[in-house]
DNA sequence: TCTATTGTGCTAGTTCACTAGAACAATCTG
DNA sequence: CAGATTGTTCTAGTGAACTAGCACAATAGA
């Protein structure tokens, strides 16, 4: 099960906000096809977000293939992200954790860490 | 010279873009103090947003005491970010360009490496 | 069949990001 | 000094995001 957490003041829509995590979880294998997302009523009074706001943010995951509603029953996923087998995560993920403490421990800040990945993967133009 | 590229449609608000970028800059040693920001009307004219727009962006940064308005002149650094030494930084970059080589050789789209980094960054927890 | 649960639809209203356009004030440059 | 350049302020308006509250429809389970 996933668990939202809305952060208003991000400047992000709240909609954006949800959607973004239920990519990002089926991305990371957290979320896969079958699995239920928790009920529209149950994000309401977890996030505090409106109904029709989480409904908007279901629809636009359904409009893009990604879940399907099944009124009476919920929200069920149906389709997947990521490139990549969950299998050959774990050996990049071991990776990057090494870099992110060594980066940590020269005195990064998460931002600063933040700043490099967005660099690099734009192609460390400049 | 700090070049803006503002993305409608990305859901943040402009002036926050605008703001991210220069705090980016100041984390990756492009902006220093003593660095002048594009003009007001440049950033107008390069990425269309409204002057009041850029002039909000502005603001707030100058509110953070990152840079400060001379009327006439134009907008200055004066505060920095980034919590190391720009040397530092080098080795560590060239680590990670190497770890996101790895990972889009095995197939991981940017969504996906972004993903990891955030899961990562924020523990792991789940 | 009855009831709870789920998604869905609707209307009305508020807040905020953003636009548009104009004018003013301080500073720099020649 | 004169003109260009810069930041600053103001008013008015538009549209999207979000809230609030209610009613309806379909499904699951006892």
Same mark, same amino acid.
């Given at each position: ?46 996030? #505090?977000?409106? =109904?029709?706001?989480? %409904?908007?943010?279901? *629809?636009?995951?359904?409009? @893009?293939?990604?879940? !399907? /509603? $099944? ?10 992200? #990521?490139?990549? =087998?969950?299998?050959? %995560?774990?050996?990049? *993920?071991?990776?990057?954790? @090494?870099?992110?403490? !060594? /980066? $940590? ?22």
């Amino acid at each position: 099960m996933v668990e939202f957490h809305v952060d208003r003041g991000s400047g992000l829509p709240a909609y954006l906000q949800l959607g973004r995590q239920v990519r990002e979880a089926l991305r990371l294998g957290w979320l896969q096809p079958g699995d239920r997302l928790p009920t529209v009523r149950d994000v309401v009074a977890t996030s #505090g977000v409106n =109904a029709n706001t989480v %409904l908007k943010a279901y *629809r636009e995951l359904e409009l @893009a293939g990604l879940v !399907e /509603a $099944r009124q009476g029953s919920g929200t069920f996923v149906t389709g997947s992200l #990521g490139s990549a =087998a969950p299998e050959d %995560l774990d050996p990049l *993920r071991a990776k990057l954790a @090494a870099w992110v403490a !060594e /980066a $940590r421990s020269a005195g990064l800040e998460d931002e600063d860490i933040d700043a490099l990945v967005r660099e690099v993967l734009s192609g460390g133009a400049r």
